[in-house]
């Protein structure tokens, strides 16, 4: 299995941009959950899917972002406009039980 | 840019030393907890894992302690390598919420 896949890997954008990322979960798996990571907060947990429903989004910072899940096999995470603070990694990650299997992540820096 | 980081505990051992991390969680509800590796550029990977019906659970090289009486969780690795540098991350697991609370994360640094 190729694991969880994210695209793409790096994203550079000016302030006021729409930026969308995307994720490919583990075949078979039936969560995914969206986090970001920056130095001063460490690893937030934004919004996890199960079976494509989204089940808590209580971790997305405002209005901006958004989350879908068409489909067991995709995800995206948009974010519109985009601001500077929003620049940080973001990872995704599914799981099948409780273990959760991240992807590379999306390194977002927004100028 | 950011100016002021998040200031995670740092560890630092010496190559072929034991390593123990540390971590406190808050909720005696938690029933699973995991330690995931994150390596430099690279997205979080599980170590292991342990339900709170157990006090020890040991993998290779690596023993996970918990004691719920004092809510605390340790992640023993034994004769540490310099691929063990790396942030260390205990998650708990809550009841019936389907997602995974995170520490803030522990930096090991392996001097060879």
């Known amino acids: 299995d190729a694991g969880v896949i994210q695209s793409p890997r790096h994203e550079v954008t000016e302030m006021g941009q729409e930026v969308t990322l995307r994720c490919k979960p583990i075949?078979?798996?039936?969560?995914l959950f969206w986090y970001r990571q920056t130095m001063m907060r460490g690893l937030e947990l934004l919004i996890y899917f199960n079976n494509n429903v989204p089940i808590d989004d209580s971790g997305m910072p405002e209005d901006r972002f958004s989350a879908k899940m068409p489909n067991a096999s995709f995800s995206t995470l948009k974010i519109q406009p985009s601001e500077p603070r929003d620049s940080a990694v973001y990872f995704c990650?599914?799981?099948?039980?409780?273990?959760?299997?991240f992807g590379p992540g999306t390194r977002l820096t927004v100028l | 840019g950011e100016s002021v980081g998040l200031h995670l505990p740092t560890l630092s051992v010496q190559e072929g030393d034991n390593s123990i991390i540390n971590c406190a969680y808050s909720n005696s509800a938690s029933d699973y907890f995991i330690w995931y590796k994150q390596e430099s550029g690279k997205g979080p990977q599980f170590i292991i894992d342990?339900?709170?019906?157990?006090d020890k659970r040991q993998g290779q090289r690596v023993t996970v302690l918990l004691n719920k009486t004092v809510k605390h969780l340790s992640l023993q690795i034994a004769a540490t390598q310099p691929g063990d540098s790396a942030v260390y991350f205990c998650?708990?697991?809550?009841?019936?919420?389907?997602?995974?609370?995170f520490g803030k994360g522990t930096k090991l640094s392996v001097k060879p």
């Open positions: 342990i339900r709170s019906n157990m």
């Open positions: 075949s078979g798996h039936n969560s």
């Open positions: 990650a599914s799981s099948w039980g409780i273990q959760q299997y």
């Open positions: 998650a708990e697991k809550r009841g019936s919420q389907g997602n995974l609370i």
